[in-house]
């Protein structure tokens, strides 16, 4: 059974119901100008899916590296040898104990409703379904999601998406309000919050986060939404924002032009690791000697000696020692003393 059309004269839910009453098996492929996405379904249920970016094997991947600490050396060959086979890519990472079976079912059914639910609220492109005798390629054998469950789920995420975009911009930059950030270990799908939250290091934009951890793009505003009304991060001003991206272009432009690509990546992680140790210092030994004794002053001036600071470490390579020093760079002016 082939299905086709525009997502303008039938919405995507329908679509959906209709191929689970059919209890279909194939790929719903789903294109919009040069974005293409695709829903695979198995017996009616709903068993992968990808958009762009956003599919199960490259979050798979970020998954493996940075929650379960896996040697990338160790994982490469693995993921080149299966790049074109999901199913046996999956079954492999178990096999290895890379991965538990309980720990890639709830990572895959998480990661697949997040990218069903997106794909939902399309409300334009052409869609067609083509059948399948087999998905084992483009599915790893472990998620199954009714899809009643993905079209509620993708409802009520259509207004709380556009309701996080209001406030929470692709260019922004966030950083944790108090020392400590994210616990040691967490439950990535159970608290995905804690790892959005280990991943604000002063200079990681939201739409950099997303490309490069293992979350979809809805569970990184969900969480970061979360980090905000808990009041745990704070958004760095674009006034600073924009200069430390800057800088740093420039020092990765710099560093690739001079072909230290390996050392690069250790200097670049050198100042992630900075921004958050100066960020400490700034709270604890530079931001009471700006306020004085008053509390109330010391409370106006945090956030600009804050970014200040941030902006002279990433654009000289040190630590600023005093107060003094951020004033002579421009970075400060009296009205911050």
């Known amino acids: 059974m082939v299905i086709s059309g525009t997502v303008r004269e039938f919405i995507l839910a329908d679509i959906f119901n209709l191929l689970m009453q059919q209890r279909v098996t194939g790929r719903l492929a789903i294109v919009d100008g040069k974005l293409e996405g695709g829903v695979v379904f ?12 956003d599919n199960l094997q490259t979050k798979l991947y970020n998954f493996l590296v940075n929650i379960k600490k896996i040697p990338v050396d160790m994982l490469n060959p693995l993921f ?29 059914e998480s990661c697949v409703e997040d990218i069903s639910c997106s794909l939902l609220a399309w409300s334009r492109g ?16 472990a998620a199954s999601i009714s899809v009643e469950n993905i079209i509620m789920e993708g409802m009520r995420r259509t207004d709380e998406w556009a309701r996080m975009q209001e406030y929470i911009k692709g260019e922004m930059i966030f950083v944790p309000k108090t020392a400590g950030g994210a616990p040691a270990e967490f439950d990535v799908v159970a ?14 934009t939201v739409k950099s986060i997303t490309a490069f951890c293992c979350l979809c ?6 969480s970061l939404s979360i980090l905000l009304q808990t009041q745990r991060i704070a958004a760095l001003h674009n006034k600073y924002a924009q200069p430390i991206q800057a800088a740093l272009k420039r020092k990765e432009a710099e560093e690739a ?10 200097i670049s992680a050198g100042v992630a ?65």
Do not use: H, W
Request: with cysteine; charged share 15%; hydrophobic share 40%.
């Open 217 to 222: 793009e809805y569970r990184v505003y969900e």
């Open 80 to 108: 080149n040898a299966s790049s074109n086979n999901l199913n046996a890519l999956a079954t492999t990472l178990v096999e290895r104990g890379f991965v538990s079976s309980n720990e890639l079912k709830n990572f895959a």
């Open 257 to 266: 032009s001079m072909g230290k690509t390996f050392f690069g990546s250790v």
């Open 191 to 204: 608290a995905p919050e804690e790892y959005v939250l280990s991943l604000l290091n002063g200079s990681n």
């Open 126 to 141: 052409t869609y067609r379904f083509n059948p399948l005798r087999s998905i084992a390629t483009i599915a790893c054998g």
């Open 273 to 337: 690791v900075a921004f958050v140790l100066f960020f400490l210092f700034c709270k604890t030994s530079l931001l009471p000697k700006l306020g004085g004794e008053g509390g109330a002053e010391s409370a106006g001036v945090t956030d600009a000696a804050r970014a200040a600071a941030l902006l002279y470490q990433a654009v000289n390579g040190e630590p600023a020692r005093n107060p003094a020093v951020l004033k002579n760079a421009g970075l400060l002016t009296n009205r911050d003393f």
């Open 42 to 53: 198995k017996d009616g249920l709903i068993v992968g899916a990808d958009c762009g970016g």
